[in-house]
């Protein structure tokens, strides 16, 4: 009992200890003073670690806090490490908040969030933010002589920012604070802003068609059936690429005759030509794909330069082949006019991929490897291309071909590069307000141009014919041009193909009018006795025969003989060839000399 209940002696005594203890306390605490955030962080920190296992608010306390703010300051390395130590002796503590609050202590340590609000707050207050129908972000920005338009996400925005941020603060911009602020911007163009219609180089209007100069006026050519004018803000919105490079600004007085002076395009392939040129200005109708083929020395580069400078002149005129076909969609992403020089050959699926851009299509690829979303390039755009040897093989690109044999140039009539160039340049602005010209005298027949027959590119024909008109050719003398030209181009289509050999070979051997019925395997047998130059492209099987017959049945069609697939037997694919009619001779293309007005007759 009396073990169990210390007397009052006994609390008396432990009440000394006790006060002798906690005074012995005191003078050590007086002796080491505690360490302080200016004297001693990494003091404060290990201590605030040992808290920081029971309490993740300590990371947060104003001490501690700026311990770290110095020590970031004085050693980053060991501001390093006991940052992740914190981490790992509360796995619950939030570095982020830290590293947040030592931003703030720090001098100047909110120069990139300050930067990238003034940079939003410049952008949206001198340009209006908007979206086009993909949702890709859009800038129009006005200005007292002109209106620029650029996309949020392109070089030519960015370098107009960074100039504004630079005359409102004399200061440049972290790569990072830009990309913040670009992606800011752009959500406030996809969330706030308008939907519009964004245009590169040529668009419809109205009464007639806007041509973008892509000058530094930002200026556009307003042409219709009454004329063209400069117009200084387009009605419609123009964006523009980096390669880019102006049109001539068009002078009062035009001659399109000056063009054939500077090229090697041939007299009876002119009207076509300047069709071709036209027509690329009219994005609401499909494109023809325009084909310079010619020996060496036929100068076919400076040719297709030339043309490409009055439609869309860029810091690369031409390009080399293309390696892929995502390659092409890139170009045409980029370009108004896709212009590739050189060309030995194509394959199956670049050729394909001309004729979807000539009248509209996409190509969609996987967009990252992370995700399963895809990246889609939507477009239609005029196409040129040149080559020594025909490139356009496949049929149904050649039906959207204008194809045009440049004629070898004599060794006494060649001109220096120097001399050509600087002759070009002088004339350039004359030739583009002729052709202007003659879009507008154009575009005021087209309404009464009537084609009772019409080919795969009748919107290319009926123009083709309003301009054939406008320069003083008879009706009709375009159309029978045109027709000899697709009918040229059906029989260089059935050359190149192994298929239309070996049945020609088998159709000149049989009795007119002819009428065969039987399966693919039994056409296949047939067509296999019958000797072939080149039997790379042969097909393997009966199916791969049905493929080839309905590639080349247009063609055949065209020239009175129909291949038609009768459906599925148990034999196996059933086909007809019959003679549909007559073959009649090719119409002979018209001359020159019909133009009254066509100043082309200059050599």
Known sequence: M??????????????????????????????????????????????????????VG?????????????????????????RHAAKKANRDCSVTVLDKLVRDELPGSDDDSSALDELVALARAQCQLHHDADRNAVAVIPMPSRREVWRVYSSGFEDWLRAAYWRAKEMGVPETTMKSALATLAAAGINDGDEIEVHVRAARCDDGYLIDL??????????????????????????????????????????????????????????????WLLDCFRPDTPFPVLELVGEQGSAKSTTQSVLRSLVDPNKVMLRGRPKTVEDVFVAAANNWLVSYENLSGLTPEQQDAFCTLATGGGFASRQLYTNGEEHVMETKRPVVLNGIAVVATRPDLID????????????????????????????????????????????????????????????????GEAVARALGFAPGEFQQQYAELVRAGIDRALESNAVAQALDKYLADRVLPLNWQGTAGQLYDLLNTHSIPDRSSWPRSPKGLSDQLRRIAPAYRAKGIDITHLGHSREGARWRIAQTRSQTNPATPPGIEGGTRYGAHRE
Request: with cysteine; net charge negative.
């Open 2 to 55: 009396s073990a169990a209940t210390p007397s009052p002696d006994g609390v008396v005594e432990n009440d000394r200890h006790h006060h002798h203890d906690h005074h012995t306390v005191e003078m050590d605490a007086a002796a080491t003073p505690a360490p302080t955030p200016d004297t001693d962080p990494v003091g404060v920190i290990e201590a605030a670690l040992v808290r920081l296992v029971d309490d």
């Open 58 to 82: 300590v990371l947060a306390e104003e001490d501690v806090v700026r311990a770290f703010s110095i020590l970031k300051a004085t050693d980053l390395p060991g501001y390093l490490r006991l």
């Open 214 to 275: 892509a000058d530094e006026q930002w200026q556009a050519i307003h042409v219709t059936p009454q004329g063209w004018r400069v117009v200084n803000e387009s009605p419609v919105y123009f964006t523009r690429t980096p390669s880019m490079r102006p049109l001539p600004m068009p002078v009062t007085h035009g001659d399109v005759g000056l063009l054939w002076q500077h090229t090697n395009i041939p007299a009876h392939c002119r009207v076509m030509v300047l069709a």
């Open 400 to 463: 959207r071909v204008i194809h045009v044999d440049l004629p070898t140039i004599p060794a006494d009539a060649r001109r220096d590069d120097a001399d050509t160039h600087a002759g070009w340049e002088r004339d350039q602005p004359t030739v583009f307000a002729g052709l202007l010209d003659l879009f507008s005298a154009a575009l005021a027949i087209l309404p009464t141009v009537k084609l009772t027959q019409k080919q795969r590119m009748a919107d290319y024909e009926r123009l």
